[in-house]
């Protein structure tokens, strides 16, 4: 694996709950930022400054690298092994100089440090008062599935790829509205990767070419139904296998496939985008 991603491997274990399931926590939709350049962070960037800032018990929502807190007048304080490593992709030029077009990137990691970490630069905290209204599992749901003209049919939880169909019990068939919902978002969650969205897996065909290509696509719709529940306070554990098996399965899915694992992090977010994508994000 790359040095890279193994430090945001590595930062994460540190800092994941004893058999729990990372996803599951709220703490993932809050917005993290660079200080200096206001920029919100994305995909794998934003779960684990996240994390991070909810283990750690930071206020502020704003981070930074050493330089970049030098620059503004700032100094760390007591702030040793408090780094946090992001991903960002470097670019290259072109092997053959005659080919000005082609350009290659290559992954890079920089560590940023929350600003309740720093003194010298005033930590801008979140506003209060103007949080974003809570929107009903209900109506997320049914708007997104008619913007993408979606067919709804009555069957055990599932989605089908080739005909474009998700299919879901009735509510009153199930143990509780965080089921269903839980549920719900699960299914939906793979239909955006449908060819004509964001295009993870063939139209033709409910099969993957791998276990682990299945696993990740799984991953991606278990972490995009937990942010999607997180966002209109459905429990997001409703749904899961609350089992050791389940749980160690997952774990060990991070631990022996941590690329595949940081690739459906940032799936799920843009997943998580694509639907919320007239609800404001």
Not at 250 to 269: G, H, M, P
Request: hydrophobic share 35%.
């Amino acid at each position: 694996m790359h040095k890279s991603l193994q430090k945001v491997i590595e930062t994460l274990k540190a800092h994941m709950e004893e058999g729990g399931l990372i996803w599951h926590n709220p703490c993932l939709i809050r917005a993290q930022s660079n200080a200096i350049s206001g920029n919100t962070y994305q995909g794998i960037n934003q779960f684990i400054t996240a994390i991070v800032a909810n283990t750690e018990g930071y206020q502020s929502p704003y981070w930074a690298t050493f330089k970049q807190i030098q620059a503004a007048g700032g100094q760390l304080v007591e702030a040793r092994g408090k780094g946090v490593p992001i991903i960002f992709y470097k670019r290259l030029p072109s092997r053959d100089s005659k080919d000005t077009e082609q350009e290659r990137f290559v992954i890079r990691h920089s560590f940023v440090f929350n600003l309740d970490l720093v003194e010298g630069i005033e930590a801008v905290l979140p506003e209060t008062g103007n949080a974003t209204p809570v929107t009903s599992a209900e109506h997320i749901a049914t708007r997104y599935l008619n913007r993408e003209q979606i067919t709804v049919s009555h069957g055990t939880p599932a989605y089908a790829p080739g005909t474009d169909r998700v299919y879901m019990p009735s509510v009153e068939e199930v143990v509780s509205t965080d089921e269903y919902y839980s549920a719900y978002f699960h299914e939906v969650a793979h239909s955006t990767g449908h060819p004509q969205r964001l295009c993870r897996f063939g139209m033709e065909s409910d099969r993957f070419e791998s276990k682990e290509d299945y696993s990740k696509e799984e991953l991606v719709a278990e972490i995009t139904s937990a942010m999607l529940c997180h966002s209109c306070q459905v429990d997001s554990q409703a749904s899961i296998k609350n089992s050791a098996a389940y749980l160690q399965g997952w774990s060990r899915f991070i631990q022996d496939k941590a690329d595949a694992f940081l690739t459906a992090v940032n799936q799920a977010y843009k997943a998580r985008e694509f639907i919320l994508a007239e609800e404001g994000g």
